[in-house]
């Protein structure tokens, strides 16, 4: 006998088992479809009295996804995840979940709500949620504790992360593990061992065992809070810890209301909208057009030009990801401390325990080092990251020119020289890309993928699959002075250099970015990094300059003292006997005092609020020059660069995302305020003023259909 309920979900009696088979690609997500589908399924098993017991299990590669994402903020739709998840708990006959796959979010409270639980070796579990901006809702936070503990389901909610059959069967989310991956199989033994041994329906509401030991359940719940409450910025998960403590004090239905009540009311936070926009806009980044277009080149070894930091950095990112390393230095020296920078990284695992003497054995197999250039000649990419100057670049790459194999990509780690003139200097500019890295290059997210005009499709797609390979976020930029990360940057750096000449002090200019979700504010970055970069810079374009745009000197006397910072034991702040967190400088305040007098400025103060609106405004126009240039393929491109290369927090979704939250005709028009002052500086972007007189937003001009 053989029924179908919706096309999402099919179902197929057998031998007595209602085999209910979720199908909804691609990844099984719990949209309203599937919901009405389930729901049908547990009414017509309830009433086949053929039916003796139920199993629920995915199509394709997941079990379930979790909630539909792109349902949320739109009007909703009957039945609810919790109803369905009620309903398959309730249901009179047993119910067995078999997982393979992701079986996340929603898709574990479905498991959860089943009354057993089987799982292949593939099974990946998690209540992700809280980095959605949400809680489980769906019975999660009252079905997980009763299953696990409350310890257990707060790791689980309050990290989001995914754990594997193994340890789900260690802490008692499921019953068993299957041996092998035939999901469906494995699921119909399952039930039919069920059925065998005379097990009845066992509802997650009616256990107790998981939470008997009120005290311990206590003390781990104040501890979340505790844990929770030491992070600055999100939502949801003080609102998870409620409801664990809900599970442990209320009957379960209660809990179930106040679930809702805490789900609702992250549903309609902004940082929910912000999370899910970034959720969403880290997997349209991934769809440039040379990946449509074109298939990867092959990648197996690699070349770095540069053992410094950055070099450094690279070669561990690419030893990491499995890849082959030959690392090109100028003398047997430079290589040298090119090799020991590597293996300091993995000495310092060694230190954390995090990687054994052998494992760093087995990464440095994979390294060899060079000072001739010949030993490049297999490899399949080779990055630069070698001096900033046109003349230095120019005779990197005619090296290149000469030794590499054909079809070798030829990557340039400039950070915002012309990959243009770099790629005209060699016979094939097809294969020159720019591939910007960011320091410490082993950890941090963010890859630009820098596109020539003349690179070829194919090399721009094996720079994404680089990107993958070593699990960063590849962001496509054109090529222009900073591309996107750098030139916004450069800009909101301007902007703050001028409120702190004009009357803030860089300690409340710091506040007001941290206050916003910065881990750190632009004064302390520049600390950290070290004064002596941007000097250089400044100094190299000094001539190149506009002469009509306002210069700050400020941080130029602070390096005229050596006063870099933290290296140095001081900067815009005092590092006392190598401290790490600096303390506000009085002889700063008095620099920048100075500075005011002889620029001829009568300081004024700034709210906190002033402050961040001037900050955001200029970070934003500048995202949308880079928009309208061609420089960012979309405004979710620049909020992807913002959220992973520098710090933006990732909750408010990205510049461009929170311009479109306050609304553009604001941000306009503060920036016409401001360029009463300085129209120079404050020149709005066309966009901005055009999507402003279309009463559009920039999700607009974002590809995809998502909702957020
Ligand atoms: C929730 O469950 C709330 C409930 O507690 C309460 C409700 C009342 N919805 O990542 P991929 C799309 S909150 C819609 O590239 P992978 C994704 O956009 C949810 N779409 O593949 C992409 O689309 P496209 C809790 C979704 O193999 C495609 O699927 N769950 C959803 O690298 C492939 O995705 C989560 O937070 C979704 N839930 O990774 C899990 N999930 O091809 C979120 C994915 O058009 N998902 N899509 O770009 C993930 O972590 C990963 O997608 C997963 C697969 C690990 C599943």
């Given at each position: 006998?053989?029924?179908?309920?919706?096309?999402?979900?099919?179902?197929?009696?057998?031998?007595h088992?209602?085999?209910?088979?979720?199908?909804?690609?691609?990844?099984?997500?719990?949209?309203?479809?599937?919901?009405?589908?389930l729901?049908?399924?547990?009414?017509?098993?309830?009433?086949?009295?053929?039916?003796?017991?139920?199993?629920?299990?995915?199509?394709g590669?997941?079990?379930?996804?979790?909630?539909?994402?792109?349902?949320?903020?739109?009007?909703?739709?009957?039945?609810?995840?919790?109803?369905?998840?009620?309903?398959i708990?309730?249901?009179?006959?047993?119910?067995?979940?078999a997982?393979?796959?992701?079986?996340?979010?929603?898709?574990?409270?479905?498991?959860?709500?089943?009354?057993?639980?089987?799982?292949?070796?593939?099974?990946?579990?998690?209540?992700?949620?809280?980095?959605?901006?949400?809680?489980?809702?769906?019975?999660?936070?009252?079905?997980?504790?009763r299953?696990?503990?409350?310890?257990?389901?707060?790791?689980?909610?309050?990290?989001?992360?995914?754990?594997?059959?193994?340890?789900?069967?260690?802490?008692?989310?499921?019953?068993?593990?299957?041996?092998?991956?035939y999901?469906?199989?494995?699921?119909?033994?399952?039930?039919?061992?069920?059925?065998?041994?005379?097990?009845?329906?066992?509802?997650t509401?009616?256990?107790?065992?998981?939470?008997?030991?009120?005290?311990?359940?206590?003390?781990?719940?104040?501890?979340?809070?505790?844990?929770?409450?030491?992070?600055?910025?999100?939502?949801?998960?003080?609102?998870?810890?409620?409801?664990?403590?809900?599970?442990?004090?209320?009957?379960?239905?209660?809990?179930?209301?106040?679930?809702?009540?805490?789900?609702?009311?992250?549903?309609?936070?902004?940082?929910?909208?912000?999370?899910?926009?970034?959720?969403?806009?880290?997997?349209?980044?991934?769809?440039a057009?040379?990946?449509?277009?074109?298939?990867?080149?092959?990648?197996n070894?690699?070349?770095?030009?540069?053992?410094?930091?950055?070099?450094?950095?690279?070669?561990?990112?690419?030893?990491?990801?499995?890849?082959?390393?030959?690392?090109?230095?100028?003398?047997?020296?430079a290589?040298?401390q090119?090799?020991?920078?590597?293996?300091?990284?993995?000495?310092?695992?060694?230190?954390?325990?995090?990687?054994?003497?052998?494992?760093?054995?087995?990464?440095?197999?994979?390294?060899?080092?060079?000072?001739?250039?010949?030993?490049?000649?297999?490899?399949?990419?080779?990055?630069?990251?070698?001096?900033?100057d046109?003349?230095?670049?120019?005779?990197?790459?005619?090296?290149?020119?000469?030794?590499?194999?054909?079809?070798?990509?030829?990557?340039?780690?400039?950070?915002?020289?012309?990959?243009?003139?770099?790629?005209?200097?060699?016979?094939?500019?097809?294969?020159?890309?720019?591939?910007?890295?960011?320091s410490?290059?082993n950890i941090?997210?963010?890859?630009?993928?820098?596109?020539?005009?003349?690179?070829?499709?194919?090399?721009?797609?094996?720079?994404?699959?680089?990107?993958?390979?070593l699990?960063?976020?590849?962001?496509?930029?054109?090529?222009?002075?900073?591309?996107?990360?750098?030139?916004?940057?450069?800009?909101?750096?301007?902007?703050?250099?001028?409120?702190m000449?004009?009357?803030?002090?860089?300690?409340?200019?710091?506040?007001?970015?941290?206050?916003?979700?910065?881990?750190?504010?632009?004064?302390?970055?520049s600390?950290?990094a070290?004064?002596?970069?941007?000097?250089?810079t400044?100094?190299?374009?000094?001539?190149?300059?506009?002469p009509?745009?306002?210069?700050?000197?400020?941080?130029?006397?602070?390096?005229?003292?050596?006063?870099?910072?933290?290296?140095?034991?001081?900067?815009?702040?005092?590092?006392?006997?190598?401290?790490?967190?600096?303390?506000?400088?009085?002889?700063?305040?008095?620099?920048?005092?100075?500075?005011?007098?002889?620029?001829?400025?009568?300081p004024h103060?700034?709210?906190?609020?002033?402050?961040?609106?001037?900050?955001?405004?200029?970070?934003?126009?500048?995202?949308?020059?880079?928009?309208?240039?061609?420089?960012?393929?979309?405004?979710?491109?620049?909020?992807?660069?913002?959220?992973?290369?520098?710090?933006?927090?990732?909750?408010?979704?990205?510049?461009?995302?929170?311009?479109?939250?306050?609304?553009?005709?604001?941000?306009?028009?503060?920036?016409?305020?401001?360029?009463?002052?300085?129209?120079?500086?404050?020149?709005?972007?066309?966009?901005?003023?055009?999507?402003?007189?279309?009463?559009?937003?920039?999700?607009?001009?974002?590809?995809?259909?998502?909702?957020?």
């Amino acid at each position: 006998m053989s029924q179908t309920a919706t096309p999402a979900v099919h179902v197929n009696v057998h031998n007595h088992i209602a085999l209910v088979l979720i199908d909804n690609p691609p990844v099984n997500a719990l949209g309203v479809a599937v919901r009405q589908g389930l729901q049908h399924a547990i009414a017509q098993a309830e009433a086949n009295e053929q039916v003796h017991a139920v199993l629920i299990l995915g199509q394709g590669k997941a079990f379930i996804a979790g909630a539909d994402i792109r349902e949320f903020g739109l009007p909703p739709q009957a039945p609810s995840l919790p109803d369905v998840c009620n309903a398959i708990e309730a249901c009179s006959k047993p119910v067995v979940a078999a997982i393979h796959g992701p079986a996340l979010g929603g898709g574990l409270e479905v498991a959860m709500s089943a009354h057993y639980r089987v799982a292949t070796a593939s099974a990946k579990l998690g209540l992700p949620e809280v980095q959605l901006g949400l809680l489980p809702g769906a019975g999660g936070t009252q079905r997980a504790p009763r299953l696990v503990g409350a310890q257990a389901a707060l790791d689980l909610m309050l990290s989001g992360r995914h754990i594997g059959a193994q340890e789900a069967l260690r802490m008692g989310l499921i019953d068993h593990i299957a041996t092998s991956d035939y999901v469906e199989t494995e699921g119909l033994a399952y039930v039919r061992h069920v059925l065998a041994e005379g097990a009845q329906v066992r509802r997650t509401r009616d256990q107790t065992e998981a939470l008997a030991d009120k005290g311990a359940q206590r003390v781990a719940i104040d501890a979340a809070r505790t844990e929770v409450r030491k992070k600055r910025g999100l939502f949801s998960p003080d609102k998870i810890v409620d409801c664990v403590q809900a599970a442990l004090d209320l009957p379960f239905d209660e809990g179930l209301r106040t679930e809702r009540t805490q789900f609702e009311q992250c549903l309609a936070s902004p940082q929910r909208a912000g999370l899910i926009h970034a959720f969403f806009a880290e997997r349209e980044v991934l769809k440039a057009p040379e990946t449509k277009a074109a298939k990867p080149r092959a990648l197996n070894s690699v070349g770095v030009i540069g053992g410094g930091t950055m070099g450094a950095g690279i070669a561990v990112a690419m030893l990491d990801a499995g890849l082959h390393v030959t690392m090109i230095e100028r003398d047997d020296q430079a290589l040298a401390q090119g090799r020991a920078r590597v293996e300091k990284v993995y000495d310092g695992l060694i230190a954390k325990g995090r990687m054994s003497s052998q494992g760093k054995a087995i990464v440095m197999s994979r390294y060899v080092g060079a000072t001739d250039y010949a030993a490049l000649s297999q490899a399949d990419l080779v990055v630069e990251a070698v001096f900033e100057d046109m003349a230095v670049k120019h005779a990197v790459f005619a090296q290149l020119d000469k030794v590499c194999k054909p079809g070798a990509v030829l990557a340039t780690n400039t950070s915002y020289l012309d990959i243009n003139e770099i790629a005209a200097g060699v016979f094939r500019p097809q294969d020159v890309i720019g591939l910007h890295f960011f320091s410490p290059a082993n950890i941090m997210k963010l890859l630009e993928i820098v596109v020539p005009a003349k690179v070829s499709a194919d090399v721009v797609a094996t720079g994404f699959e680089l990107a993958k390979r070593l699990k960063k976020v590849p962001v496509r930029a054109g090529v222009c002075d900073g591309f996107i990360g750098n030139r916004i940057l450069a800009t909101y750096r301007t902007a703050a250099d001028y409120m702190m000449e004009d009357g803030a002090s860089p300690y409340e200019i710091d506040q007001m970015a941290r206050a916003f979700g910065y881990p750190m504010g632009p004064y302390e970055v520049s600390d950290l990094a070290g004064g002596d970069i941007g000097w250089a810079t400044r100094k190299r374009r000094a001539a190149t300059r506009d002469p009509r745009a306002r210069y700050v000197h400020i941080a130029d006397q602070l390096c005229e003292r050596g006063w870099f910072g933290q290296k140095t034991g001081r900067g815009y702040y005092l590092y006392a006997n190598g401290a790490r967190t600096g303390t506000p400088d009085p002889e700063v305040l008095a620099i920048v005092d100075a500075e005011r007098v002889k620029a001829g400025i009568k300081p004024h103060t700034f709210t906190p609020e002033e402050l961040q609106r001037r900050y955001l405004a200029a970070m934003v126009n500048e995202g949308a020059k880079v928009v309208e240039e061609g420089i960012a393929l979309r405004p979710l491109d620049v909020d992807v660069t913002l959220v992973h290369g520098y710090g933006f927090p990732r909750y408010r979704g990205g510049p461009m995302k929170y311009a479109d939250m306050v609304g553009l005709p604001t941000i306009l028009a503060d920036i016409r305020a401001f360029a009463e002052e300085d129209p120079l500086f404050w020149q709005p972007a066309a966009l901005l003023v055009r999507l402003v007189a279309e009463g559009r937003d920039f999700e607009s001009l974002n590809k995809g259909d998502h909702h957020a």
